[in-house]
T-cell receptor, first 111, second 113 residues
Framework: GENVEQHPSTLSVQEGDSAVIKCTYSDSASNYFPWYKQELGKRPQLIIDIRSNVGEKKDQRIAVTLNKTAKHFSLHITETQPEDSAVYFCAASKVVVDMRFGAGTRLTVKP | KAGVTQTPRYLIKTRGQQVTLSCSPISGHRSVSWYQQTPGQGLQFLFEYFSETQRNKGNFPGRFSGRQFSNSRSEMNVSTLELGDSALYLC????????????FGPGTRLTVL
């Protein structure tokens, strides 16, 4: 089955800096790659997703890039703010098969 | 429309007991997935149901089981509880199986004493 690896497990940045979280997946048939943000004590919420027919997607300060050949995708957060502090999960999925999540990255943005 | 709901929100059980958790998906969603979340372990996939059929199962022992009803509501059951089963159990619903955004419920916090 699909295996998703996520790095780093923890990331600390200064407010205003950029943060990058990387994930690799094993199943070349995976075609849907979402990123979820989970704040302390809350449920995971989708922040951005990308499908395999697209190489990059942006939404304000957040962007995701996908390299299908290398089977990796990354989350980029620019101009980080303290409210970006949370645990971020990447995931990979394909039609019919379940969604598999990475282990998560705890992002801390220091004011 | 209403989001994903889970009941109960908190549970305390003792070793050896069994527990049933319930998940009501967003109206119109037919896929329900269950995850176990423990500190440092991320989201571990338990199983996914679509149209009352289990489509996929994660790497959990047979003590963990589930089912889905015709109205797409889903239940998961854990028998013979162990201390290590203490976790946040999250369900997520999506319109169809695989390749779609999942919407998470608030979770059920299970504590096994």
């Amino acid at each position: 089955g699909e295996n998703v690896e996520q790095h780093p497990s923890t990331l600390s940045v200064q407010e205003g800096d950029s943060a990058v979280i990387k994930c690799t997946y094993s199943d070349s048939a995976s075609n849907y790659f979402p990123w979820y943000k989970q704040e302390l004590g809350k449920r995971p919420q989708l922040i951005i997703d990308i499908r395999s027919n697209v190489g990059e997607k942006k939404d304000q300060r957040i962007a995701v890039t996908l390299n299908k050949t290398a089977k990796h995708f990354s989350l980029h957060i620019t101009e980080t703010q303290p409210e970006d502090s949370a645990v971020y999960f990447c995931a990979a999925s394909k039609v019919v098969v379940d969604m598999r999540f990475g282990a998560g990255t705890r992002l801390t943005v220091k004011p | 429309k209403a989001g994903v709901t889970q009941t109960p929100r908190y549970l305390i059980k003792t070793r050896g007991q069994q527990v049933t958790l319930s998940c009501s998906p967003i109206s119109g969603h037919r896929s329900v997935s269950w995850y176990q979340q423990t500190p440092g372990q991320g989201l571990q996939f338990l199983f996914e149901y679509f149209s009352e059929t289990q489509r996929n199962k994660g790497n959990f022992p047979g003590r963990f089981s589930g089912r889905q009803f015709s109205n797409s509501r889903s239940e998961m059951n854990v028998s013979t509880l162990e201390l290590g089963d203490s976790a946040l159990y999250l369900c997520a619903s999506s319109f169809s199986t695989g390749g779609n955004e999942q919407f998470f419920g608030p979770g059920t916090r299970l504590t096994v004493l």
